[in-house]
Nanobody, 124 residues
């Protein structure tokens, strides 16, 4: 019903920046929230940021507040994540996800659709 494709990952030095993009297709009218999650090897998937697609409201995990910015382009069905002031602890696979309903906004269990992920690696 909904397909998500991420892009923009790569390797950067600590303090650097990256911009991730997520393109949505299919029945995108069913999506209420678009979010970004990340998972480092051996660790659980962590909610990073999400955006309310109808109003543009944004929500962030405490660990990334002030450094990451989520935004959307409704005309292109695209959600972006700007990652600034990157640290090695930000190294992870970053996943785009979409949610049909309201609820716990940074809980991966409540998201219905997932992309394949894009790798972000930050060296010290």
């Amino acid at each position: 019903q909904v397909q998500l494709v991420e892009s923009g990952g790569g390797s950067v030095q600590a303090g650097g920046s990256l911009r991730l993009s997520c393109s949505a297709s299919g029945y995108t009218g069913s999506i209420r929230y678009m979010g970004w999650f990340r998972q480092a090897p051996g660790k659980g998937r962590e909610g990073v940021a999400t955006i309310y697609t109808r109003g543009g409201n944004t929500y962030y995990a405490d660990s990334v507040k002030g450094r990451f910015t989520i935004s959307q382009d409704k005309a292109k069905n695209t959600v972006n994540l700007q990652l600034n002031s990157l640290s090695p602890e930000d190294t992870a696979m970053y996943y785009c996800a979409a949610k049909r309903d309201t609820g716990w906004l940074l809980s991966q269990k409540e998201y219905n659709y997932w992309g394949q992920g894009t790798q972000v690696t930050v060296s010290s």
